[in-house]
């Protein structure tokens, strides 16, 4: 189950990150650096959702390809993020909330695999609404000007992304507490 076709769409996610980093190098302007990263971002994230639709339609779900999905998400989440801060479009706080969370989820739901008592922390809509949120502010501020003529990406960007940091805390409460019956037993 390596190389299904969902699980190569997933690898390419993780492909995707160091040419998003890189466009950021390369000796083009501004504008062209700042839309080439924005389309290539878009379309690896839509990867996000063909994968798991192909993986269903062609009956190629597996466990490596459920386990490397959020992976490949999280890094390129991270990685954008991370991109952003350095050029000054967003803000280390933000980006340290939600790698941050990313980081201390992962963790609770593999230690919540290893005690069997995962579906406590199973995805919810809440973390689907923060991830939406994020995957609309990333590519607003790697654009970072006007779209259409109408929308002022890097405004509209800066208060998506302070949206998804209230919504990542808001979704990691909500895991912790759903964790902490399963936890406060296994402590006592």
């Known amino acids: 189950m ?5 699980t190569l769409m ?3 996610r993780i492909v995707a990150i160091p040419l998003i ?3 950021f190098y390369a000796p083009l302007d501004l504008g062209t650096r700042n839309w080439l990263a924005t389309v290539m971002f878009v379309l690896f994230a839509a990867t996000d959702w063909l994968d798991g ?5 062609l009956n190629q779900t597996s466990s490596f390809g459920a386990f490397l999905d959020p992976v490949a998400d999280k ?3 991270c990685a954008s993020l991370l991109v952003l801060v350095h050029l000054q479009r967003a803000d280390v706080f933000v980006a340290l909330i939600i790698i941050g969370r990313e980081i201390a989820i992962s963790a609770l739901r593999e230690w919540m695999a290893q005690i069997g008592a995962s579906k406590s922390v199973a995805v919810h809509m809440l973390g689907k609404v923060k991830t939406t949120v994020q995957m609309v502010a990333i590519p607003f501020l790697l654009y970072d ?11 509209w960007g800066t ?6 940091a209230v919504l990542t805390v808001w ?7 759903k964790a902490l019956p399963e936890i406060r037993a296994r402590v006592q």
């Open 159 to 164: 208060w998506l992304i302070w949206i998804s």
């Open 75 to 77: 890094f390129l989440v």
């Open 10 to 12: 997933t690898w390419t």
């Open 145 to 155: 000007g006007q779209l259409f003529g109408l929308i002022d990406t890097g405004v």
């Open 171 to 177: 979704s990691m409460v909500y895991y912790l507490q």
């Open 53 to 57: 639709y192909l993986a269903r339609k």
């Open 21 to 23: 980093v890189g466009v």
């Open 2 to 6: 390596f190389w299904t076709i969902p």
